[in-house]
C-alpha cells in the first residue's frame, strides 16, 4: 500500500527553515558530529529547497509505503518476509516491522486522521516522491536481459540476463499447445539479437526447429540420414578421450534402449564394454562391441541378437567411427522420424556429443532441449541431464529445458535435482498441478489453480504463465511482436520464413 499527502505550503516552509536553522546552529557550535563541509551543503541545500517551495516548483509530501507478506503458514509468510525485506534493503529502502502496532498498520487509509506507527511516514520533496512511480523491481529488469514477458498485472516488461545468474539453464513446462515450443524460439531469437555471438544447439526430438535453425544460417543433423555424417554412440572423444568414463556412460545408454535387460545380461553388456575400452586399439565401434560380446558368450542371453540391429538392423547408420563434423556456430539435431522407444537411446548419445562440444567452444552457447520428458524416462540418462545441467556454467553454456510436465523430473532424485540447478521455471499452463510440485516449487493453491486455467495462445494471442526466478512468482504473457510471430509461426510449422513486402508506394492505402 501506498499513501503520500502533500504537506500545506507554510507547514512546509516551516520544516525547510527549521532544517536551515539546525544546520546554523551547529555551524556556530563546530557542528556535533558532522564536518562542517557536511553541515554546509546542508545549509545550502535547505536554502535551493526553500525558493523551490516559495516558487511552487517542489512541495513536500508524507509519504508512507507498507508491504505485506502472506503465506499459507506462519513460517512461510515469515520466510518471505525476510526475503522482502533483504530485496527491499538492495533498493535502497530501511524497512521496520511493526510489531504490537498491527491495527494501526493495517487500518485502512482515511482522511488525514489515521495513526500510523512511528517511522512510518517519511517527507519527501516532489521530485522524490516522482522517483518511487513507477515501482520497477531492479532485480527483474536485468540490464542486457532478453525480454521474456510482459507482466499480467501492469503490462510491463520483465528481462532476464542468464548469464548473470548462477546457472545459466531455464526450464519451461506446459501442456501441449501452451506455448512451449514458440517461447523456447522466442528466447532462442531475442538471445541472438542480444548477443549475436551466441552459439546455439537445438536438440530437436520432433524435427520442429530445422527450418528455423536454417533461417538463422545453421545446420541441420537429420539422425535418420545417416548420409549427412555419423555420430559414433561409442566415441571416447566425448569424454576428451576418458574411455573409462566413456564406457560407464554407453552401458547407461544401452540400457535405456533396453530397459527390460536381465542383471545377468546388464553384467555381460558391463563387461563386454569394459574390454573393449581397455584394450588400445581404433576407435570403438558398435559393430566391434557385438564382437567383443560374442567372444565373451556366458550370460549374454539375448544380447548378441539384440546388438545385431545396429549391425544389420534399423541402428546400422550408428555403427562406425564419428565422420559428423560441424563448424557452423547454431546447430539443430533433429532426430524426427526415428522409432520412438529408440529417442532416449539417440538422445543420450546426442547429449554427450553436445555436451563436448560445448565444453571445447569459447563464448555464450545455449542449448534447446525439447521433449526433456524422453531422458527422464532412465534414471541414467536423467543422471546425463542432470551432469549437463550443473556442469554447463562453467563453459559458459545455457540450457532451455522444455518439457510438458514437472512431475517427469520431480519422480527421481537425479530429476529434482536438474530442476533445483534452474535459474527460471516458467510454467505455461498445465493440465494439473501435483502436489510434489506445488510443494517443490513452493507455488500457492491460487497459483495452482491459476495454471490449469492460464490462457492458450491459440485462445488469446499470447501465451499466460507463471515465473519462478528464485523466489520471485511473476505471472506474465509471453507475446511476440508482428515480425518475430510472422517468422516463428511459419517457421516452427516447417514453412519458409515470410519475406518483408516492399514498402507501400507513396499515396498508397496502407493501414
Ligand atoms: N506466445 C505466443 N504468441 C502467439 N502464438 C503462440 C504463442 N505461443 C504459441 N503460439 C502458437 O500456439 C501454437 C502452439 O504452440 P507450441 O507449438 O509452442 O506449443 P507447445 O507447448 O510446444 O506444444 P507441444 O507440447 O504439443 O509441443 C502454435 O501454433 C504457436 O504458433
Ligand atoms: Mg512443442
Known amino acids: 500500500m501506498f499513501e503520500a499527502e502533500r504537506v ?46 516559495a516558487g511552487r516548483t517542489q512541495e513536500l509530501w508524507r509519504v508512507g509505503l507498507r508491504w505485506t507478506a502472506t503465506g499459507p503458514s506462519r513460517a512461510r509468510a515469515e520466510g518471505e518476509r525476510l526475503r522482502l525485506s533483504e530485496r527491499l534493503a538492495s533498493l535502497g ?86 506455448g512451449k515450443s514458440f517461447a523456447a524460439a522466442l528466447t532462442l531469437l531475442r538471445t541472438r539479437w542480444l548477443r549475436p555471438g551466441t552459439e546455439l544447439v537445438v536438440l530437436d526430438p520432433l524435427g520442429e526447429y530445422s527450418t528455423l535453425v536454417r533461417a538463422l544460417g545453421g545446420a541441420v543433423v537429420r539422425l535418420r540420414e545417416p548420409e549427412a555424417g555419423r555420430l559414433n554412440p561409442l566415441d571416447p572423444a566425448t569424454t576428451g578421450g576418458d574411455r573409462r568414463e566413456k564406457a560407464g556412460r554407453v552401458v547407461t545408454m544401452l540400457r535405456a534402449l533396453w530397459p527390460s535387460l536381465k542383471d545377468e545380461e546388464a553384467a555381460a553388456l558391463d563387461t563386454a564394454v569394459s574390454r573393449l575400452y581397455d584394450r588400445a586399439g581404433p576407435e570403438p565401434t558398435l559393430g566391434a562391441l557385438l564382437d567383443e560380446l560374442s567372444r565373451g558368450g556366458a550370460g549374454a542371453g539375448r544380447l548378441p541378437a539384440m546388438l545385431e540391429v545396429f549391425r544389420s538392423g534399423s541402428l546400422r547408420g550408428a555403427d562406425g567411427p564419428t565422420t559428423l563434423r560441424v563448424d557452423n ?32 567452444r569459447p563464448g555464450p552457447k545455449l542449448v534447446l532441449l525439447d521433449e526433456a520428458h524422453l531422458l527422464a524416462r532412465h534414471e541414467g540418462t536423467t543422471e546425463f541431464l542432470d551432469r549437463a545441467v550443473r556442469h554447463l556454467r562453467h563453459f559458459d553454456a545455457g540450457l532451455l529445458l522444455i518439457t510438458q510436465d514437472p512431475d517427469d523430473l520431480l519422480a527421481t532424485s537425479s530429476g529434482r535435482s536438474v530442476l ?92
Not at 505550503?9 to 527549521?18: C, D, E
Not at 536551515?20 to 556535533?32: K, M, N, W, Y
Not at 511493526?98 to 517519511?122: D, F, M, T
Open 8 to 53: 500545506p505550503a507554510g507547514r512546509a516552509l516551516q520544516i525547510v527553515q527549521g532544517a536551515r536553522a539546525v544546520a546554523d546552529a551547529e555551524l556556530v557550535s563546530g557542528g556535533a558530529g558532522s564536518p562542517t563541509s557536511e553541515l554546509e551543503v546542508e545549509r545550502r541545500s535547505a536554502d535551493e529547497l526553500g525558493r523551490a517551495l
Open 93 to 178: 529502502f530501511r524497512t521496520r516491522v511493526p510489531r504490537y502496532e498491527v491495527a494501526e498498520a493495517l487500518a485502512a487509509p482515511a482522511q488525514r486522521a489515521v495513526r500510523r506507527p512511528s517511522g512510518y511516514w517519511q517527507t519527501l520533496t516532489t521530485d522524490g516522491l516522482a522517483a518511487l512511480y513507477p515501482f520497477g523491481d531492479e532485480t527483474v529488469l536485468e540490464p542486457g536481459g532478453v525480454l521474456v514477458g510482459l507482466s499480467l498485472s501492469d503490462a510491463s516488461p520483465v528481462f532476464l540476463d542468464r548469464w548473470s545468474q548462477a546457472s545459466h539453464s531455464w526450464g519451461l513446462f506446459g501442456t501441449t499447445g501452451a
Open 329 to 360: 556456430p547454431t546447430v539443430a539435431v533433429d532426430l524426427s522420424g526415428l522409432p520412438d522407444e529408440q529417442l532416449p537411446f539417440h538422445l543420450a548419445y546426442v547429449l554427450d556429443w553436445t555436451y563436448h562440444r560445448l565444453s571445447a
Open 420 to 511: 533445483r540447478n534452474l535459474s527460471a521455471v516458467a510454467f505455461l499452463r498445465l493440465a494439473e498441478v501435483s502436489e510434489a510440485c506445488r510443494t517443490f516449487f513452493g507455488l500457492t493453491t491460487t497459483e495452482a489453480e491459476w495454471l490449469t486455467k492460464a490462457r492458450l495462445p491459440t485462445d488469446a494471442g499470447y501465451a499466460e504463465s507463471l515465473w519462478r526466478i528464485g523466489a520471485w512468482h511473476l505471472p506474465l504473457a509471453v507475446v511476440a511482436s508482428t515480425p518475430e510471430y510472422e517468422l516463428l509461426s511459419s517457421a516452427l510449422r516447417g514453412e519458409p520464413p515470410p519475406v518483408p513486402g516492399p514498402s507501400p508506394a507513396p499515396g498508397s492505402r496502407g493501414l
